[in-house]
Nanobody, 124 residues
Framework: VQVAESGGGLVQAGESLKLSCTASGLTFDEYVLGWFRQAPGKEREGVSCIKLLARTSYYEESVKGRFTISRDNSKDMVYLQMNGLKPEDTAMYYC??????????????????WGQGTQVTVSS
């Protein structure tokens, strides 16, 4: 199984980015997919996850109303649209695949396949 993120970059506060993630080697539409982030010196935290049939179940409190997760099972892709970015959103962002028909959770322990991450840096 391979998971790969893209779309990170350097933006100014208030701007937007859209992260993309593809996962291969698994039956994509059976898996819960999640986005996590980790800032230097901090623990990895769950940002959002999306269940089968695009039923979202989780957004971390600080991103509610600004970030939107979506998936396109026909393309084996999951996305994270990030609007109104803030300097505190600066982190390495990771995409992860959980378990077939699994639980949508912000806990990283519930995910078994991980990408290498894409850096998001928001300047003030």
């Amino acid at each position: 199984v391979q998971v790969a993120e893209s779309g990170g970059g350097l933006v100014q506060a208030g701007e937007s980015l859209k992260l993309s993630c593809t996962a291969s080697g698994l039956t994509f539409d059976e898996y819960v997919l999640g986005w996590f982030r980790q800032a230097p010196g901090k623990e990895r935290e769950g940002v959002s996850c999306i269940k089968l049939l695009a039923r979202t179940s989780y957004y971390e409190e600080s991103v509610k109303g600004r970030f939107t997760i979506s998936r396109d099972n026909s393309k084996d892709m999951v996305y994270l649209q990030m609007n109104g970015l803030k300097p505190e959103d600066t982190a390495m962002y990771y995409c992860a695949a959980g378990w077939p028909y699994g639980v949508c959770s912000g806990s990283w322990g519930r995910y078994q396949y991980w990408g290498q991450g894409t850096q998001v840096t928001v300047s003030s």
